[in-house]
């Protein structure tokens, strides 16, 4: 099965160095004890990021159909 992504070589390395210092912070928040708070922190604001992109897309979605619940807005 071939990939229809060819990512860089710049692109892998940074991917790579991403996971390992994600990988090496989750582990020094173990050690410390701060794991729960820490994962909790990461879930609530991945719920406000969720929130918000659902909410650009329906005004996205709105503005491109120029539904009459946005007339009032100026398009740019």
């Not at 160095?17 to 410390?32: F, G, M």
């Not at 005004?59 to 009459?68: F, Q, T, V």
């Amino acid at each position: 099965m071939f990939l229809n992504y060819k990512p860089s070589v710049a692109q892998l390395t940074n991917w790579l160095s991403a996971l390992h210092k994600s990988r090496r912070s989750q582990t020094q928040l173990k050690k410390s004890g701060k794991s729960d708070e820490d994962s909790r922190r990461v879930h609530n604001n991945s719920h406000v990021q969720n929130k918000k992109l659902r909410r650009i897309k329906a005004a996205k979605n709105l503005y491109r159909k120029s539904d009459e619940r946005i007339i009032g807005y100026e398009k740019r």
